[in-house]
């Protein structure tokens, strides 16, 4: 009876463990991906990282997606390449594919006062969920 237990333990430990890879898997996107088209699967993580520098007041927002396809997963990340200040770094955006379709996403850099200004940069992805 202990042999058989050990076994389905071991079992449900492999299962879990594979479930926990296949969930935490993440399509990695950058500025060499704008403009492209990339495929996902349902289910999985997209992260976008793209370049930045928030002591210049500029910001990457997300600024177009399908909601039903696609979810924000917690807020955006800025990791800073140097301690000097004034010093630029990277934003990075995490995702969840939902659901199968396309969706443009769509991120802008620009100062969120500046309403009637064109964004500095605009960075675009045309996502296929499978």
């Given at each position: 009876?202990?042999?058989?237990?050990?076994?389905?333990?071991?079992?449900?430990?492999?299962?879990?463990?594979?479930?926990?890879a296949?969930?935490?898997?993440?399509?990695?996107?950058?500025?060499?991906h704008?403009?492209?088209?990339?495929?996902v699967?349902?289910g999985e993580?997209?992260t976008?990282?793209l370049?930045?520098?928030?002591?210049?007041?500029?910001n990457?927002?997300?600024?177009?997606?399908?909601?039903?396809?696609v979810?924000l997963?917690?807020?955006?990340?800025?990791?800073?390449?140097?301690?000097?200040?004034?010093?630029?770094?990277?934003?990075?955006?995490?995702l969840?594919?939902?659901?199968?379709?396309?969706?443009?996403?769509?991120l802008?850099?620009?100062?969120?006062?500046?309403?009637?200004?064109?964004?500095?940069?605009?960075?675009?992805?045309?996502?296929n969920?499978?």
């Open positions: 009876m202990k042999k058989n237990a050990l076994i389905l333990m071991a079992a449900l430990i492999v299962l879990v463990m594979s479930l926990t296949y969930s935490s898997a993440a399509v990695k996107l950058d500025e060499q704008n403009g492209q088209s990339v495929e699967n349902s993580r997209i976008i990282t370049a930045g520098n928030p002591t210049t007041s500029y990457w927002e997300l600024s177009e997606f399908d909601a039903a396809m979810e997963v917690g807020e955006p990340a800025y990791d800073s390449d140097s301690k000097l200040l004034g010093g630029g770094g990277a934003y990075t955006f995490t969840k594919a939902l659901t199968p379709g396309t969706t443009t996403l769509k802008i850099y620009h100062r969120s006062w500046e309403t009637d200004v064109e964004p500095l940069q605009v960075y675009e992805v045309m996502l969920v499978k």
